[in-house]
């Protein structure tokens, strides 16, 4: 789908003008012209053949716009610049949903191709649609500068969300890790490390635009790309905090989870000693020593040794509990439990 918008020297916007008439606007001075196309696989050679026949564009220039998985960056060919940028938004699961955006930016125009809907694009165009006079003004330079204005400002709501991610993650991991944490973990440091990417040759395509001289961008202009490169700084910045802070995450959750294996092995060591007394006096009478067995018409001293065996069998556990609560040892235990 192609979709034109012209806005004419006297300062009136114009949408969607027949083709025939776009090599006339594009030659009388004062117009500034927008085509936007979304295409796919089939419309691939009209959009094609309309970069070729009417723009004129290099062949290496159109095939590079005509592909995806491309990084951002920007190449002068001194008529028009050749922009590449990424629209970003987050998805439930904590991945990125990344659209590629080609951009021809020229004297009097302005060419935008993607394959996908881009929201940020789409708001932009019926502002300049509905209020040309302030939104659309003269010079593709200045709706460029919009326009990744408003994709920038995508970022912000994905780093919000990657945020809002990490928040959830430590309070998940301090009540209580689950084995289901550590894949969230790896997922947001995988989509903070891709973020980072893209911001890092987003920001060098900034830099360029705001200080290198290009032909098709005027110098009054270039303040307002610095702006945005300057969101992107602060971006790039925030985002390496939360890689930080993310790695800290996956530290406290080993932490945590060693933590509750220690108190596991405590309680179980508890048991063993407290247990340990009675099968040694087991296994010792175990072995009749004196020959026989302690039954009511047993001799009164084998009779008081059984009375005493058992006392000591019942009086043990408790004294050894006591002596390992003196010592400390219970204190964490006892109070995890009574929390």
């Known amino acids: 789908m192609i979709r034109v918008l012209v806005r004419h020297a006297d300062g009136t ?3 969607d003008p027949p083709q025939s008439e776009l090599a006339a606007l594009l030659a009388e001075p004062g117009h500034t012209v927008w085509i936007d196309a979304t295409w796919s696989a089939a419309e691939r050679p009209a959009i094609e053949a309309l970069l070729q026949e009417q723009f004129r564009f290099h062949p290496l220039a159109i095939e590079d716009a005509l592909q995806e ?28 949903n990344q659209q590629e955006l ?25 502002q300049c649609r509905q209020d040309g006079q302030h939104r659309f003004r003269p010079g593709p ?14 970022y912000m709501l994905v780093v919000d969300g990657l945020d809002d991610e990490v928040d959830d993650l430590e309070l998940e991991i301090f009540r209580g890790a689950e084995p289901q944490v550590i894949g969230r973990i790896f997922q947001l440091r995988r989509t903070l490390l ?10 060098e395509t900034l830099n360029r635009l705001a200080r290198d001289g290009f032909a098709v961008i005027a110098t009054e202009e270039r303040v307002y790309f610095r702006d945005v490169y300057d969101h992107v700084v602060r971006l790039h910045e925030i985002v390496e905090g939360l890689r930080d802070m993310a790695v800290s995450a996956m530290d406290s959750y080993m932490m945590t989870t060693s933590n509750r294996l220690n108190e596991v092995m405590r309680t179980l060591t508890v048991v063993t000693v407290l247990f340990a007394p009675l099968t040694f006096l087991t296994g010792f009478f175990g072995m009749n020593f004196f020959g026989g067995t302690y039954e009511v018409d047993a001799p009164t001293s084998s009779l008081l040794l059984f009375i005493s065996c058992l006392i000591g069998l019942a009086v ?7 002596w390992i609560a003196r010592k400390g040892w219970l204190t964490s235990t006892l109070l995890e439990r009574s929390d």
């Open 13 to 15: 916007v114009r949408c």
């Open 141 to 154: 330079d200045h709706v460029l500068y919009l326009l990744l204005d408003k994709i920038v400002s995508e």
């Open 102 to 126: 080609d951009v021809f930016l020229g004297r009097q125009y302005l060419v935008t191709l993607h394959e996908a809907p881009i929201p940020a694009l789409d708001s932009l165009w019926e």
């Open 194 to 203: 891709r973020l980072r990417r893209i911001l890092s040759y987003l920001r």
């Open 316 to 322: 043990m556990p408790v004294a050894m509990f006591y």
């Open 69 to 96: 998985a491309h990084l951002s960056r920007v190449d002068d060919w001194r008529d028009y610049l050749y922009l590449v940028c990424d629209a970003l938004s987050l998805q439930p699961d904590c991945t990125l």
